[in-house]
């Protein structure tokens, strides 16, 4: 089983993740891969992940 992350994007036209990612037992981390789209100018992303109501979050650049 494990921990499921759920995770979100603010922009998922310019930076898309999976639905959700699960951290296996005994990790303390998982990878995921974020699918980008060409920007006109950089544009700043929001990430969170989620699970048992904590959520934590990231800002990602996709640039130009």
Known sequence: PGV???LLSSAPGVASVP???VIPVGATSASFTVRTSKVKRNTVVTL???AHGVAVTASLTVVR
């Open 4 to 6: 499921t992350l759920a």
């Open 19 to 21: 639905a959700s990612v």
């Open 48 to 50: 969170q992940a989620s």
